[in-house]
């Protein structure tokens, strides 16, 4: 079983940036791809971007491509995600998730899941 703890969500104004951390204990963390996602109110939980267990591939929603970047650090057990040029749509509790299988962009093929951390973004 692994535990995932999010941290680093606030209020920030358009334009601005932010960088969420995810923390992993339990079994080990490095065989796992790990995953970002995001969810509005009233809306789906969403892809953000994913990273597969060595750091050596990423993907990305076409909505955040060229403003997130996702990285990961095994030895310190933490996946993070940097948000630069923040949006107002950006606004949403952003969720950390692991799988242990290759990278995916479908939340329901992660086992693993944060309670979430919620982003603000105002215009």
């Known amino acids: 079983q692994v535990q995932l703890v999010e941290s680093g969500g606030g209020l920030v104004q358009a334009g601005g940036s932010l960088s969420l951390s995810c923390l992993a204990s339990?079994?080990?963390?490095?065989?796992?791809?790990m995953a970002w996602f995001r969810q509005a109110p009233g809306k789906e939980r969403d892809f953000v971007a994913a990273?597969?267990?060595?750091?050596?591939?990423?993907l990305y929603a076409d909505s955040v491509k060229g403003r997130f970047t996702i990285s990961r650090d095994n030895a310190q057990n933490t996946v993070y995600l940097q948000m630069n040029s923040l949006k107002p749509e950006d606004t949403a509790v952003y969720y950390c998730?692991?799988?242990?299988?290759?990278?995916?962009?479908?939340?329901?093929?992660?086992?693993?899941w944060g309670q979430g951390t919620q982003v603000t973004v105002s215009s």
């Open positions: 339990g079994r080990t963390f490095s065989p796992n791809a």
């Open positions: 990273i597969s267990w060595n750091g050596g591939t990423t």
């Open positions: 998730a692991g799988r242990l299988a290759p990278i995916s962009t479908r939340p329901y093929e992660y086992d693993y």
